[in-house]
T-cell receptor, first 115, second 113 residues
Framework: SAVISQKPSRDICQRGTSLTIQCQVDSQVTMMFWYRQQPGQSLTLIAT?????????ESGFVIDKFPISRPNLTFSTLTVSNMSPEDSSIYLC????????????FGSGTRLTVV | KQEVTQIPAALSVPEGENLVLNCSFTDSAIYNLQWFRQDPGKGLTSLLLIQSSQREQTSGRLNASLDKSSGRSTLYIAASQPGDSATYLCAVRRATGFQKLVFGTGTRLLVSP
């Protein structure tokens, strides 16, 4: 399965600022996803990062708040903009296997605290 | 809309016990089901992946079963160890269309020495 490197692993940020999270995969993948996990909750899909086109956002998430880049098939970034304490969560990137089993692999996560 | 539920929400057992975690889903039209482990504040580690045509998968002390028609999966952990302490999540991928995973609510497991 793919190996994902996600940076930073954690950060403490001031409200009103922005943080960009990077996700690097060791192989080319078609589908990359960004998830949010709020404290004590399960994972919620934010968006699908598409190479060469705009990301596809889930209901409740907008591009102005969570802009995503996908410049090639091994890399993506998620920016959390104009942060508030409610954005404090774990953010995870994920890729779907290119083999027929379609299993998913996740990065190690970015633990964000907004103060 | 697919909904995934896990029971129990939390479980505390002494070391050495065999245990079962449950996952149920409302829409049986799934492509596969995946069990993950998450340590506090960390990412997800894939444990087992079961395709919709399979009944079970095994890896070491872990065994996962799938009954698609009844919308249920179980994760069996044999001879539990303190290192098994973590949150266990199940997730389903639907059979058609967008490759979106729907996650369960998780079971938080504590294995005491």
């Amino acid at each position: 399965s793919a190996v994902i490197s996600q940076k930073p692993s954690r950060d403490i940020c001031q409200r009103g600022t922005s943080l960009t999270i990077q996700c690097q995969v060791d192989s080319q993948v078609t589908m990359m996803f960004w998830y949010r996990q709020q404290p004590g909750q399960s994972l919620t899909l934010i968006a699908t990062a598409n190479q060469g086109s705009e990301a596809t956002y889930e209901s409740g998430f907008v591009i102005d708040k969570f802009p995503i880049s996908r410049p090639n098939l091994t890399f993506s970034t998620l920016t959390v903009s104009n942060m508030s304490p409610e954005d404090s969560s774990i953010y995870l990137c994920s890729v779907a296997s290119s083999t027929r089993d379609y299993g998913y692999t996740f990065g190690s996560g970015t633990r964000l605290t907004v103060v | 809309k697919q909904e995934v539920t896990q029971i129990p929400a939390a479980l505390s057992v002494p070391e050495g016990e065999n245990l079962v975690l449950n996952c149920s889903f409302t829409d049986s039209a799934i492509y596969n089901l995946q069990w993950f482990r998450q340590d506090p504040g960390k990412g997800l580690t894939s444990l087992l992946l079961i395709q919709s045509s399979q009944r079970e998968q095994t890896s070491g002390r872990l065994n996962a079963s799938l009954d698609k028609s009844s919308g249920r999966s179980t994760l069996y952990i044999a001879a539990s160890q303190p290192g098994d302490s973590a949150t266990y999540l199940c997730a389903v991928r639907r059979a058609t269309g967008f490759q979106k995973l729907v996650f369960g609510t998780g079971t938080r497991l504590l294995v005491s020495p």
